[in-house]
């Protein structure tokens, strides 16, 4: 002999609650994984720009020396001085 199981109801706003509870869920779930693309596609970008800041820095160098300083607000570029 087995016992049926009695089914009880969710009140209408038991059942509203847990669904916009869900909902909230959901969209928290899908705006982290946005979140985490973007942040791989910032990451991409960022280390394109270091690669490119790296060839830059190398084709300067070989224009204005090595140790040459530049200023990145004017443009101005020191020569070290020389040590006797």
């Known amino acids: 002999m087995s016992k049926e199981k009695k089914q009880v109801q969710l009140t209408a706003e038991e059942l509203e609650t847990i669904q916009n ?3 909230q869920f959901m969209q928290t779930k899908v705006a982290i994984a946005d979140a985490v693309v973007q942040q791989k ?3 991409d970008a960022l280390e394109s720009i270091q690669n490119s ?3 830059q ?3 300067l160098a070989e224009k204005y020396g090595k140790n040459a ?3 990145l607000k004017d443009g101005t570029v020191t020569q070290p001085e020389d040590k006797e």
């Open 53 to 55: 800041f790296s060839d």
């Open 21 to 23: 509870l869900n909902q």
């Open 69 to 71: 300083t530049i200023n």
């Open 41 to 43: 596609t910032l990451m």
């Open 57 to 59: 820095e190398k084709v």
